[in-house]
């Protein structure tokens, strides 16, 4: 049944509040709930009624109908008994994000409505409940567990004669049907403009099926998403459902089947990342070696434990490369470390390559807002290192991996998102790890200093002391650096002299007394005394350009 059948009945006592325009979404059951997070117990088309019992603030209407919104439910009842009206900020929460909105007046029971909507939705489905409920039997016994995505897709063709294929959201192919005559795989230019389509139908609130005429064929985009989070921590990485047909004439029985294959694929991926944990875990454990200093025997160590599951049949990986990204949301309010795992999982895989093993071949791990990835690259064949060519060549380049994302990618960032990349040279050992890491981490320093919601900088476009302060030998680095800082640090600890930010800052300065002054808000003179007794320590001379230039070295390797 429609939304707007349950306000042309007058017994249930139901006031529209908002939401017009989405009356004529398909309510395919009811639930009654005060719980804070019902996430658990939605499967999308509810009508959801409540008695507010979860609202203590007005903050809570944004998270409690954000939950709803992401799970796909139809519209939102909320009864008058608790609060005597519905509350202005669970009204401006549901027009937020589109969801259909109704009060109850107290004298209705929430029990009259679930009735009334259970008859009216049991009545519509019987005549063809039993032709939907066999196919969705035929796709449970086969699906995923039995054969991955593909089984399902076929399906799909043999019974209702319909081209299907599951779609990255950069759109790379993940799944097409594999029966004979289905016709070619989905152009990489299309796969990539449906899946832009996707992406800002999703950020604009618009509910599934998105359609999209392409040259002559209509799509129809179905989400295959995860439910009950915030859709930013999700929309660049999950899933989607192409279908070459056009779903705006479809009768309610197969919009019904086509959903349930779209939680038959989420299954699919769900395993799929479950079976990530053991490559996250290694990634991690190099990323934590490499970041606190650990020897390169240690680190190698790891890198021989981590290259046979990487790169099955090889036994070592002689070449690594790190990219790192970010992912930055207006507020800050959605963590960017786990948003930009998921997304390096999707897209650091050759466009090219079908299915979704390739993928398993990259090991990300994440801290804070950051990414990492850890991408083994196979050895170079003996005539071409003859030729003079390496692994670099055949390895990633940031700015073939930024055209492949940019496009879809913009469109799900839409205007409160942005997406940093940095792609480091290729490595040949664990003692390269670090330098990779830091190379990685400049570059995409280098890319966030760029315009754009989607940008990438790769280790060839850097050429500054930071390219080369990686590579030095970490014995050196130790040495060098306690030589100068040691004895600053030392009497810091003991006198809270501040002096190494004090030597931070005037170079950064450039030298100026004054500039210098007013940033640390101090007199010159007092400036002129901690910068002496620096001097004094170590027996340099900050007047002097070369002893200025150690310094700087000194605390950027420190």
Avoid at 18 to 36: A, F, N, Q
Avoid at 81 to 107: K, Y
Avoid at 134 to 155: F, I, K, N, Q, Y
Avoid at 368 to 387: F, H, K, S, T
Wanted: aromatic content about 4%; proline content about 5%.
């Amino acid at each position: 049944m429609r939304l707007r059948a349950l306000l042309d009945t007058g017994t249930l006592g139901l006031r529209l509040l908002g939401g017009e325009e989405e009356l004529d979404r398909t309510v395919r059951g009811v639930m009654t709930t005060d719980l804070r997070d019902p996430s658990r117990y939605l499967s999308g088309g509810e009508l959801v009624l409540t008695g507010l019992a979860w609202r203590r603030e007005p903050a809570d209407s944004e998270r409690f109908v954000r939950i709803l919104a992401a799970a796909g439910v139809a519209g939102l009842a909320a009864g008058e008994a608790e609060l005597g009206s519905v509350p202005d900020d669970l009204v401006a929460a549901c027009a937020r994000h589109r969801l259909p909105l109704f009060s109850v007046v107290e004298a209705v029971s929430f029990a009259s409505i679930t009735e009334y909507v259970v008859r009216q939705v049991s009545g519509e489905r019987a005549g063809d409940l039993a032709a939907v409920v066999d196919r969705h039997r035929r796709l449970m016994t086969s699906g995923p567990a039995g054969g991955g995505p593909e089984v399902v897709l076929d399906l799909l063709g043999s019974d209702l004669d319909l081209r299907a294929w599951v779609l990255s959201p950069t759109g790379r192919q993940i799944a097409g049907s594999t029966l004979a005559g289905s016709g070619p795989e989905l152009p990489a230019e299309v796969g990539a403009r449906l899946a832009g389509e996707h992406l800002a139908a999703s950020r604009t609130g618009r509910r599934g099926p998105c359609r999209l005429p392409l040259g002559g064929t209509t799509y129809s985009l179905f989400p295959i998403r995860s439910t009950g989070r915030d859709l930013r921590e999700t929309v660049l990485s999950d899933w989607l459902l192409a279908v070459e047909a056009d779903a705006g004439d479809w009768a309610e029985e197969r919009l019904d089947l086509l959903h349930g294959v779209t939680q038959l694929i989420a299954v699919e991926r769900d395993r799929r990342d479950a079976a990530r944990t053991v490559r996250r875990r290694l990634a991690q454990e190099v990323l934590e070696l490499v970041q606190t200093g650990a020897a390169p025997a240690e680190i190698a160590a790891r890198l021989r434990v981590a290259a046979p599951v990487l790169l099955p049949g090889l036994g070592t990986a002689p070449h690594w490369q790190v990219v790192v990204a970010r992912v930055e949301w207006a507020g800050g309010d959605v963590p960017g470390g786990p948003v930009a795992q998921a997304l390096l999982e999707e897209v650091l895989v050759d466009p090219g390559t079908f299915g979704p093993d390739p993928s398993d071949r990259i090991a990300v791990a994440h801290t804070g807002d950051e990414a990492v990835a850890l991408v083994p690259l196979p050895a170079v064949p003996d005539d071409d290192a003859r030729d003079g060519r390496d692994a670099s060549a055949a390895g990633l380049q940031a700015g073939a991996l930024l055209s492949v994302v940019q496009e879809p990618l913009t469109r799900g960032l839409a205007d409160d998102g942005r997406l940093t990349l940095g792609v480091s040279a290729s490595v040949h050992s664990a003692e390269g790890l670090r330098g990779a890491l830091e190379e990685a981490r400049h570059a995409r320093r280098v890319a966030a200093a760029r315009p754009g919601r989607v940008c990438a900088a790769g280790h060839e476009e850097l050429a500054s002391h930071v390219l080369l302060l990686p590579f030095v030998p970490d014995d050196v680095r130790r040495a060098f650096t306690a030589r100068l800082l040691d004895p600053l640090r030392d009497y810091d600890r003991r006198h809270r002299a501040e002096l190494i930010p004090t030597l931070e800052a005037f170079l950064d300065c450039d030298g100026s007394w004054t500039r210098c002054a007013t940033r640390l808000h101090l007199h010159v003179n007092t400036l002129r005394y901690r910068v002496g007794r620096i001097e004094q320590l170590t027996g340099r001379d900050l007047a002097r350009l070369e002893d200025k230039l150690d310094f700087f070295l000194a605390l950027r390797m420190s």
